[in-house]
């Protein structure tokens, strides 16, 4: 996957896996994409842990990107909520391959924040994201 975004790694910092340290958006219309959660049509969270329920979410959020026009190559920034850090760092065997199957090799800028709830308390994972379509 190509994006049309400069992606910057500087050599002075730790090789990323999984995210980009920076950034520079190409000329374009930005699109914020609001909070999206393991939530079905029906508004229902998927069963299932972390890994599921991170399906779900990226599913949803490529979903929220199709509407405004955008893809996920378009991503700039990106970031992902949980309730249990160490559960996600435990689940990354299994995260890598959802996250390429919906976002594909394109890693924007991402933070993880582990928080002591979301929204709605069968969440377990939320991801933000802000991208910009050329």
Known sequence: MTTPHEI???PELADPIGFSHAVVAAAGRTVYIGGQT????????VPGGIA??????AANLV????????Q?????????YVTDAAGYRAALKDLAPIYRKHLG???????L?????????AALVEIVATAVVP
């Open 8 to 10: 910057l790694n500087p």
């Open 38 to 45: 393991a939530h079905d049509s029906d508004g229902v969270v």
């Open 52 to 57: 599921e329920q991170f399906d779900k979410a």
């Open 63 to 70: 979903t929220a990107l199709g509407a405004a026009g955008a």
């Open 72 to 80: 996920p190559d378009h991503l700039v920034s990106m970031q992902i």
């Open 105 to 111: 090799t394109h890693y924007p800028a991402i933070s």
């Open 113 to 121: 924040f582990e928080v002591t709830g979301l929204f709605d308390p």
